[in-house]
């Protein structure tokens, strides 16, 4: 599973070096008012913006805060198209615009923008969908349900993703012109900084699309829930986020902080591995990594399986090593045997085998799958093996609540 694809001549992918995205915020109203150019330097702060490294520019006009005041859709516009026409065959980089609308995103189009930026993932106007199929451009979608950045939890927002990549191709989209925005950042009262921390914790997990990969997260108000800084302090937070974010799979990093981002995505690249993959004649063979039975379940349905196949696969895909310490000789010996009735396995003391020792730690092998039937074959087993049973259960979950994994 390598991404490797081309955005307006620019290589994006996991054999190419990341790439900066420098923000053109043209919105006064904007929750940074350090961002804010003047529309006049726009040009200027372009070029100096690509001189420092950036290969996309992102030029936004409506701020995206919850917290903003709202303007019209000609207001916009009129922001937009004279910055667009300025910078249009006058700097190497390729142009972006972030909007929601397609009547925004026809003009901008025209007058020589290339990329759309939708932070809706096309859920405010379903016509975004076929503004970018007519001209054929790359889009950026951001997960979004029924609001921009709605989704709370990796979970959800592969679950958004998954329905806009589906939506975007029904609707003419080609699969390779979708780039993927996560959706970092407080978007609504309900999205506390835990969301955050575990959607750039497992980053990685959007790999399973197979498709670039934009990290938004500048400045963003996570950074300062950790901090205690307001956004004017937050760049040195905004520069660890976004190595962590390149060296868990983000292709492209949007930012406000285009010399300083650039050494740290290109220190942060350079250290990131890439994935095993092998061809040979008409075959390929990679490595899937898949870290829960939901992306697992995404992947099966990509090569063609069904739904109800893919469910009933999914508990199969997930391997874990669990670390059981302290057990007495005879609870050892009988996890083993439960755990090899089941297809896993597990290792402990060769005294322990032999009943030499009283005691012994085990590493107990498996699927999620393998691990809860054990659980329930130890549930009705003497001596400690029904506590064991669900300590065995907690540890498995404890990988996936959001409470035990980050609050401290």
């Known amino acids: 599973m ?8 620019i290589k994006v992918g996991d054999q190419y070096p990341p790439h900066v995205m420098g923000v053109i915020n043209l919105s006064p109203e904007s929750f940074y008012e350090g961002s804010v150019v003047n529309p006049e330097f726009a040009l200027e702060v372009a070029r100096k913006m690509v001189e420092d490294g950036a ?3 992102d030029i936004g006009a409506r701020s995206t805060w919850r917290f903003s005041e709202p303007i019209s859709k ?9 910055v667009v026409q300025a910078l249009e065959g006058n700097v190497d980089a390729v ?3 972030d909007t929601m609308f397609p009547e925004i995103a026809e003009e901008v189009l025209k007058k020589g923008a290339q990329v759309i930026n939708d932070v809706s993932g096309f859920t405010a106007d379903p016509g975004m969908i076929e503004v970018v199929a007519d001209h054929g451009c790359p889009a950026v979608v951001m997960a979004s349900n029924k609001t921009p950045g709605d989704p709370l939890g990796m979970d959800s927002i592969i679950e958004a993703l998954d329905s806009i990549i589906q939506a975007a191709e029904t609707g003419g989209i080609e699969p390779d012109s979708l780039i993927l925005d996560p959706a970092i950042g407080r978007w609504m009262d309900e999205k506390q900084p835990i969301y955050d921390f575990e959607t750039l914790d497992d980053f990685e997990r959007l790999k399973i699309f197979e498709k670039p990969l934009l990290a938004a997260l500048s400045r963003k108000s996570f950074i300062g829930e950790v901090l205690g800084k307001p956004a004017s302090e937050r760049l040195y937070g905004s520069l660890a986020a976004a190595a962590i974010a390149v ?8 930012t406000h902080d285009v010399p300083e981002t650039f050494d740290v995505v290109k220190l942060s690249g350079a250290l990131r591995s890439r994935p095993s993959v092998v061809k040979g004649g008409r075959y390929e063979v990679s490595v899937l990594e898949v870290k829960t039975p939901q992306d697992a379940g995404i992947a099966m349905r990509k ?3 069904t739904r109800i196949g893919s469910q009933v696969m999914q508990g199969k895909s997930i391997h874990l090593v669990l670390k059981v310490k302290n057990l007495t000789t005879t609870e050892a010996l009988i996890i083993k045997q439960e755990m090899l009735a089941r297809g896993g396995d597990a290792a402990l003391a060769r005294d322990a085998v032999s009943h030499e020792t009283e005691a012994t730690d085990v590493l107990v092998m498996g699927t999620l799958l393998q691990f809860e039937r054990l659980a329930r074959k130890l549930d009705g087993q003497a001596r ?3 506590l064991i049973a669900e300590m065995i259960r907690e540890c498995i979950s404890n990988r996936t609540n959001l409470e035990y994994r980050y609050l401290r």
């Open 303 to 305: 090569i063609g399986a």
């Open 95 to 97: 142009i972006s615009i």
């Open 2 to 9: 390598v991404i490797n694809t081309d955005i307006c001549g």
């Open 74 to 82: 000609k207001e916009e516009l009129d922001r937009l198209l004279p």
């Open 55 to 57: 290969t996309f520019l």
């Open 384 to 386: 400690s093996l029904p």
């Open 247 to 254: 060296y868990k799979g983000a292709h492209i990093i949007r």
